[in-house]
């Protein structure tokens, strides 16, 4: 199974479809479409005849003291009136942050970003790298790595904080469309044991269902660590490759550890 992956609809490099398909023949039997902020990837994936079980789900951004933080809604009804209304709310954040970060760049020399940046995401959510694409394409500059260095990366004019909803608000949405709630990828926030562990405790405490112990590729030390943290603190444990393009140095769908005995997979909660 795969509960954590990236379709066109949002950065992913593949269409829901074909997604599917790459999962589908890696072996995959339950498949989370969980795109950024959006149930777009499962509606078009969920009428297509496969031999594996699609899910819907979501990737919703929220801020917690000020850290990003991403929370992976599994299992959810995708029709469910709060969660779209949260998720325009996710939308509209978006859009703001966007139109900043555009505003910045062309004080810094580059004008007219949005609309260019737009054509590159096509029907996708405008983020960072659609950004980046146009600034190289349109010859502005030479790589994307030095858009990142020079005007998008950490602490550069481009780095625009969103103004998420706070963490309570998306497990609520996602505990309203009668989901689970899975704290996604705990090690990327690259957080102090001591800060973790409070970020834990506070998930829980608002609602939260899960932790994904495993995300990708990682060493079974960093796995052990957070199969350990999630029971200390009665969590369930997901699994998700957190998929994004076919890439020699990226986890492909189902490319996973299993979870360790100790967890208590989320799945089986349903
Ligand atoms: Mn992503
Ligand atoms: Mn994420
Ligand atoms: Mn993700």
């Known amino acids: 199974m795969d509960l954590h992956t990236h379709s066109t609809v949002s950065d992913g490099e593949l269409s829901p479809a074909d997604l599917l398909g790459c999962a589908c023949d890696a072996g995959v039997e339950l498949l989370a479409i969980t795109d950024h902020d959006t149930l777009d990837g499962y509606a078009q994936a969920s009428s297509i005849n496969s031999g594996c079980e699609l899910l819907a789900g979501i990737e919703l951004s929220t801020n917690w003291r000020s850290v990003g933080i991403h929370v992976v809604g599994l299992n959810?009804?995708?029709?469910n009136p709060v969660l779209l209304e949260g998720i325009r709310q996710q939308k509209s954040a978006r859009a703001d942050?966007?139109?900043?970060?555009?505003?910045?760049?062309?004080?810094?020399?580059?004008?007219?970003?949005l609309a260019g940046?737009?054509?590159?995401?096509?029907k996708a959510i405008l983020g960072r790298p659609h950004f980046a694409t146009y600034l190289v394409e349109s010859g502005q500059v030479k790589d994307i790595q030095t858009t990142f260095r020079k005007y998008?990366?950490?602490g550069k004019i481009g780095d625009v904080r969103e103004n998420w909803a706070p963490l309570g608000?998306?497990?609520?949405?996602?505990s309203a469309a009668g989901g689970h709630a899975i704290l996604a990828h705990p090690a990327k926030y690259k957080l102090t044991n001591l800060k973790l562990e409070e970020l834990v405790r506070d998930f829980r405490a608002e609602g939260g269902?899960?932790?994904e112990v495993i995300s990708g590729r990682q060493d079974s030390a960093l796995t052990g660590r957070?199969?350990?943290?999630?029971?200390?603190q009665g969590l369930m444990a997901s699994a998700g490759s957190d998929f994004h393009q076919p890439s020699p140095h990226h986890a492909g769908p189902g490319e996973i550890?299993?979870?360790?005995?100790?967890c208590k997979p989320v799945w089986e909660a349903w």
Request: charged fraction near 25%; hydrophobic fraction near 50%.
């Open 76 to 79: 959810i009804s995708p029709d």
């Open 97 to 113: 942050r966007a139109a900043t970060i555009a505003e910045r760049l062309e004080k810094a020399g580059f004008p007219d970003t």
């Open 117 to 122: 940046a737009q054509l590159v995401a096509g």
């Open 152 to 154: 998008l990366g950490r």
């Open 169 to 174: 608000d998306v497990i609520a949405w996602i």
């Open 209 to 211: 269902h899960a932790l």
């Open 226 to 232: 957070l199969a350990r943290l999630a029971k200390r």
């Open 257 to 262: 550890d299993p979870l360790p005995q100790v």
